[in-house]
Each structure stands twice: as C-alpha cells, then as structure tokens.
C-alpha cells in the first residue's frame, strides 16, 4: 500500500480495513430499479480522481466477471448500515474503465429512498477492496493504484471521482 490510506476502519468481519475510490453518476436503467454507469474510470498521473489516485487498463481487479454487494456510502449511513441494497447483473471492461449494471433491491422505504437519489443523479458510484490486497506507487505528484481486487461497489452521493 505504500503509506496510503484508502478507507476506514471496519468491523472485524470485514478484516480490518476497507479502501474505497469512485467512479461516477450513476444512469437509471429502468423503474424497477436497474442502474449502471462506470464504476471505475481510467487515468493517468494527469488525470485523477479529487484524491489524486488513477487507475489503468493494467490495474489488477480480480474476477470482473462475478455479482458484487451493492451498498449504500460502504455501509457508513446510520440508518442503512451494512445491508446490501442490491447487486451487480453485468460489469465490463473497455477502454474507459469498468462499467457495472446493477439491480437495487427495493424492499422497504430506505432502498426507495436511494433509488429516488439515483432517479434525481444526486449518485455516483465507488467501489471497495480490502487493505491487504491493494498496492500502489507513487507516479509524479499522484498514485498509480496496482491492485485492486473488486469487493464490493456503492452508490454514494459523495464520490471522488469527477469525469461523469
């Protein structure tokens, strides 16, 4: 890792530390509650996110081809919490980053509540890895990120990630 701090401290359950970057708005891909944007968008040492980190098409992501949990800010919203609010139906690489298309669960009054969030664009999504398996190095005055096994992907309202 390299002396950078990603993310927050965790549960035990979800080993110890989580790390998260962002992608961008998400799209509404019809009312029952499919939505789908980048999850993850190439740069360079000029191109960063606001934390100055970027990808590359080089990135390790690990399997890109599984469902992933969907949450809602990585679980940190004090009503929602950790309960996954849906889950990814398809994710693709191309030359601009990862894509992800994902089905939200809505069950009850706070799942609604961000898919209306989603409908309004007030959402961009960010994704999740675990400390233990990411690195990066340093590139210029940003961060080249390595590795970054997909663990999980959130809606948030507050991504780092600009370019959508």
Request: aromatic letters at 10%; zero cysteines; hydrophobic letters at 35%.
């Amino acid at each position: 890792m390299m002396g950078r701090h990603y993310g927050f401290v965790l549960s035990a359950h979800f080993l110890s530390m989580k790390k998260i970057i962002a992608g961008g708005q998400i799209k509404v891909l019809s009312d029952s509650g499919k939505i789908g944007g980048y999850a993850i968008r190439f740069g360079s040492e000029s191109d960063t996110d606001l934390v100055g980190d970027f990808f590359t098409p080089d990135t390790f992501f690990g399997n890109t081809t599984g469902n992933l949990p969907v949450y809602y800010h990585h679980g940190q919203d004090p009503d929602i919490g950790l309960k996954a609010i849906g889950q990814t139906t398809d994710i693709k690489v191309d030359s601009v980053g990862i894509w992800m298309d994902a089905q939200l669960d809505l069950r009850d009054e706070y799942e609604q509540a961000v898919f209306e969030l989603a409908k309004q664009g007030k959402l961009g999504y960010s994704t999740g890895s675990a400390s233990h398996v990411v690195s990066s190095e340093k590139s210029g005055n940003a961060y080249k990120i390595t590795s970054w096994p997909l663990v999980e992907v959130s809606v948030t309202p507050t991504p780092a990630e600009y370019r959508n």
